[in-house]
T-cell receptor, first 111, second 110 residues
Framework: GQQLNQSPQSMFIQEGEDVSMNCTSS?????WLWYKQDPGEGPVLLIA?????ELTSNGRLTAQFGITRKDSFLNISASIPSDVGIYFC???????????FGKGTRLSVIA | NAGVTQTPKFRVLKTGQSMTLLCAQD?????MYWYRQDPGMGLRLIHY???????AKGEVPDGYNVSRLKKQNFLLGLESAAPSQTSVYFC?????????FGNGTRLTVT
């Protein structure tokens, strides 16, 4: 099946820094989703993108749906300790229902 | 509104034992899913259901069975547990693309 390539795999940043991560696929996606997983919990939806070129914000988070429809980016501004967790990109395979997930970016914030 | 509830939260099994993981959702979602999460592997789809009475295989279905007898429940069964099935299992439900996840079941097979 389709795989999403997510990078970087992990990041260590200082509190207050901005963070960028991205996700790419070899085929076109019509929807991109970004999830965050806190330790010991299930993933929670952060942002959903439905149109190529779309730029959507949720507080300090901003995500973009790439114009090629094969990539998406998530930015976090002014990171804080509670941003720690694993961030996943996901999208439905063309013609199929189930979501495909990237392997995640593990974010650590140093106070 | 509980959302997606998984039971149990933790379980330890011996190799060869069987067990059933229960997922219940109260959002009237049509679609339900079972994923497993292993370090460095992300979330991999085991089985899913697009409606009551239907099931389909995902990426890693071997060693698991599922049933969706009621719309709100999706059961994941392990008939003969193996150490390779040690993992964290997540159930999710949805109307379409955005999935709503439970908080997981941590299973250890010794």
């Amino acid at each position: 099946g389709q795989q999403l390539n997510q990078s970087p795999q992990s990041m260590f940043i200082q509190e207050g820094e901005d963070v960028s991560m991205n996700c790419t696929s070899s085929s076109i996606f019509n929807t991109w989703l970004w999830y965050k997983q806190d330790p010991g919990e299930g993933p929670v939806l952060l942002i959903a993108l439905y149109k190529a070129g779309e730029l959507t914000s949720n507080g300090r988070l901003t995500a973009q749906f790439g114009i090629t429809r094969k990539d998406s980016f998530l930015n976090i501004s002014a990171s804080i300790p509670s941003d720690v967790g694993i961030y996943f990109c996901a999208g439905p395979e063309p013609g199929n229902t189930p979501l495909v997930f990237g392997k995640g970016t593990r974010l650590s914030v140093i106070a | 509104n509980a959302g997606v509830t998984q039971t149990p939260k933790f379980r330890v099994l011996k190799t060869g034992q069987s067990m059933t993981l229960l997922c219940a959702q109260d959002m009237n979602h049509e679609y339900m899913y079972w994923y497993r999460q292993d370090p460095g592997m992300g979330l991999r789809l085991i089985h899913y259901s697009v409606g009551e009475g239907t099931t389909a295989k995902g990426e890693v279905p071997d060693g698991y069975n599922v049933s969706r007898l009621k719309k709100q429940n999706f059961l994941l069964g392990l008939e003969s547990a193996a150490p390779s099935q040690t993992s964290v299992y997540f159930c999710a439900s949805s109307y379409g693309a955005p999935l709503h996840f439970g908080n997981g079941t941590r299973l250890t097979v010794t």
